[in-house]
């Protein structure tokens, strides 16, 4: 009997080594699944905005190749004038609102200040209220 022992030994040994392996594989699983939730909360492409085209000759690619042009951020107000259109609400509202969602968006433009429009790839900072903070700011006296 000391052979079927053994050989019960040892089954049971490996009995116990696919247990822990399929712990680990488990683990492993919950990782992944972890790791998959955690990418769907983080932007599809790392250069987010750089690689998105616009159709040419809309008014937002107009308003691009002005802001690109200039190399500044721009105004609604000089984006109408540089594509060639009225500078009446109309046209004012209807450009800002759709710069806006592209910049909301992270694509192509960003919002630098209030009907101020720039581009990505400038990679200007933006300032809502184009103040600079004083030097003293935040410091103990």
């Not at 680990?24 to 699983?29: F, H, L, T, V």
């Not at 992944?32 to 955690?38: G, M």
């Not at 987010?48 to 951020?73: C, Q, S």
């Amino acid at each position: 009997m000391g052979i079927r022992e053994n050989f019960q030994k040892l089954a049971n040994k490996k009995l116990q080594e696919v247990q822990e392996l399929e712990l680990r594989i488990r683990e492993a699983k919950a990782y992944i699944q972890a790791l998959e939730d955690s990418m769907k909360l983080l932007p599809r492409d790392a250069s987010v905005g750089l690689g998105h085209t616009l159709r040419p000759n809309t008014n937002l690619a107009k308003a691009r190749d002005a802001i690109k042009a200039a190399g500044v951020p721009m105004s609604i107000a000089e984006l109408l004038k540089a594509i060639g259109k009225p500078q009446d609400k109309k046209h004012r509202v209807s450009l800002a609102g759709t710069l806006s969602g592209y910049a909301r968006d992270g694509k192509v433009f960003t919002k630098t200040a209030p009907n101020t429009f720039s581009l990505i790839e400038l990679g200007t900072v933006s300032s809502e209220s184009g103040d600079e903070l004083p030097e003293e700011f935040g410091s103990m006296r």
